[in-house]
C-alpha cells in the first residue's frame, strides 16, 4: 500500500515539474519564443509556401511535355468530292470519296518549350520577390512578438518585486500593531488610534491581491505568446536589481527594422506586379513538337498511320474586352496604396523609436532622484520604528512615514523597470 502511494506521489510530482518551464534571462526565454510560439511556427508555413510557389512559377517557364490518348466513333464520316480524272475517268465528273473509318483511336505526344514569354518572366520574379516578402513579414510579426513579450517579462519582475514590497509592509504593519497591543494593553493608547493602526494593517493586506492580480496577468500572457498549455506555470529566476544604466551609443538604424524591410519589399511585390500586367500583352513565341500514332478500323478493315508536326506559334492578343488595361490601372493604384503604407511604417516605427528614447532617457533622469528619495524614506522609517516603540512619536506622524517609504520604493521600482524594458527595446536587444 505505501508503495503504491509512494509511486502515485512520485507520477504527480513529475507531472508538476514538467508543467512549470524556468527562465533565467530574457533572451532564453525570446529563444524558447522562436521555436515553440505560434507566431514562430506559422512563419515557417508560411516560408514553405512561399517557396513551394516560386517553384510553381518556375514550372511555367520550363519545357511542358504531354502524353495523350483519345478513342472516337464517327456516327457520319467526312467525305469529299474529287476529279474522277485522278482515277483515269472523265475529268468533269466527280467521284464521292469518305475519310477514315467510324472507330478510331490516338496517342501521342506533345512538347512546348517557351522561347518568348515575358509575361512569365515577370511572373517567376514576383515570385520571388514575394517569397522576400514572407520571410520579411514573419521577422516583422517575430520582432512584434518580442516586444510583447519583453515587455510582459518585465512587467511579471516588477509585479514580483511589488508583491515582495507588500509583504515587507505587512511585516512592518504587523511590527506596528505588536507595539500597538502591548501600549493598548498597559492602558495608554487612545482606541481610535489603534483602531487606525488596525485599518493601516488591512490597507497594506489589501494591496497584497493587487499585485498579484498583476503578476498572474503576466503569466497568463506569457504563457499565451508562448503557447504554453494552460495547466503550467512560468518562473523566472532574474530580477530588476542588476542594472547600470548606460547610454545607448547611437540611435538604431531604423531601415534595418524588419517592419521597415516588409515594407520595402510590398512596394517592389507591387512594382512587378504592375510590370506583368504590362507585359501580359506583348506577343508570345513558342516552339512546339507533336507526334500521335492513329489507328482506324471496323469490322475486319483497319487501317494505321502516324503523324508528326515541329512549328513555332505566335500568340498575340488583340482585344479581350479592356481586361488588360484594367488589371493595369488597378495594379497602379495597389502600388500607390503600399507606397503610402510604406510611408506609414515609417512614421510608425519612428515614434516607436522617439517614445522608447524619451521613456529611457525620462527613467535615466529620474533614477538618481528617486534612490536618493527612497534612502531618506528608508531612513525616516527606521528612525521612526525605533521612536514607535519607545513613544516618542504619533501615530499619524508614523503613518506619513510609513506611506513616504512605500511611495517611495514603488516608484523607484517602476522607474528602474521602466528603464530597463525602454534600454531593451531602443538597443533591439530581441534576439
Request: no cysteine.
Amino acid at each position: 500500500m505505501l508503495k503504491g502511494l509512494a509511486f502515485v506521489v512520485l507520477i504527480l510530482l513529475d507531472i508538476t515539474l514538467m508543467a512549470q518551464v524556468r527562465f533565467t534571462t530574457l533572451d532564453e526565454l525570446l529563444r524558447y519564443a522562436d521555436k515553440n510560439s505560434v507566431t514562430a511556427r506559422q512563419m515557417l508555413l508560411e516560408r514553405s509556401v512561399a517557396e513551394v510557389d516560386h517553384s510553381i512559377a518556375r514550372s511555367g517557364i520550363l519545357p511542358k511535355l504531354t502524353v495523350y490518348g483519345s478513342g472516337e466513333y464517327y456516327p457520319v464520316l467526312a467525305t469529299q468530292l474529287i476529279p474522277e480524272s485522278i482515277f483515269g475517268g472523265a475529268p468533269d465528273k466527280f467521284r464521292k470519296v469518305q475519310f477514315g473509318l467510324p472507330f478510331a483511336v490516338s496517342t501521342g505526344a506533345e512538347i512546348t518549350v517557351p522561347v518568348i514569354n515575358l509575361e512569365k518572366w515577370a511572373q517567376l520574379e514576383k515570385s520571388r520577390l514575394l517569397q522576400m516578402q514572407t520571410n520579411l513579414t514573419g521577422e516583422a510579426r517575430m520582432e512584434d512578438l518580442h516586444i510583447q513579450l519583453t515587455e510582459f517579462y518585465f512587467q511579471a519582475l516588477l509585479s514580483r518585486a511589488l508583491v515582495q514590497l507588500n509583504a515587507e509592509s505587512i511585516r512592518i504593519a504587523k511590527q506596528l500593531m505588536t507595539v500597538m497591543d502591548e501600549r493598548k494593553k498597559g492602558g495608554i493608547l487612545n482606541p481610535s488610534d489603534y483602531n487606525r493602526s488596525r485599518n493601516l494593517e488591512l490597507d497594506v493586506e489589501a494591496g497584497g491581491p493587487a499585485y498579484e492580480k498583476l503578476m498572474r496577468q503576466s503569466s497568463i500572457a506569457l504563457r499565451a505568446l508562448l503557447n504554453l498549455p494552460d495547466s503550467s506555470t512560468i518562473e523566472i529566476a532574474d530580477s530588476l536589481d542588476s542594472f547600470s544604466w548606460p547610454l545607448p551609443a547611437e540611435s538604431s538604424n531604423l531601415n534595418n527594422r524588419p517592419g521597415w524591410k516588409e515594407a520595402e519589399a510590398r512596394v517592389r511585390v507591387s512594382e512587378q506586379t504592375l510590370l506583368e500586367s504590362k507585359r501580359s500583352a506583348l506577343p508570345k513565341l513558342s516552339f512546339y513538337g507533336r507526334y500521335s500514332y492513329n489507328w482506324m478500323f471496323k469490322d475486319a478493315q483497319t487501317a494505321a498511320f502516324d503523324v508528326s508536326t515541329l512549328g513555332l506559334r505566335l500568340d498575340y492578343t488583340i482585344f479581350n474586352g479592356s481586361n488588360i488595361r484594367n488589371q493595369q490601372r488597378k495594379n497602379l493604384l495597389l502600388l500607390q496604396s503600399a507606397q503610402l503604407q510604406q510611408e506609414g511604417t515609417r512614421s510608425s516605427l519612428t515614434r516607436q523609436e522617439q517614445d522608447w528614447e524619451n521613456g529611457y532617457f525620462t527613467a535615466f533622469q529620474k533614477r538618481m532622484i528617486l534612490d536618493q528619495k527612497l534612502n531618506v524614506a528608508k531612513d525616516n522609517l527606521r528612525i521612526g520604528v525605533l521612536n514607535l516603540d519607545e513613544g516618542a512619536m504619533e501615530f499619524d506622524e508614523f503613518y506619513n512615514i510609513f506611506m513616504d517609504y512605500v511611495r517611495a520604493r514603488q516608484d523607484q521600482l517602476q522607474n528602474l523597470s521602466d528603464g530597463i524594458l525602454y534600454y531593451v527595446l531602443i538597443t533591439h536587444n530581441l534576439k
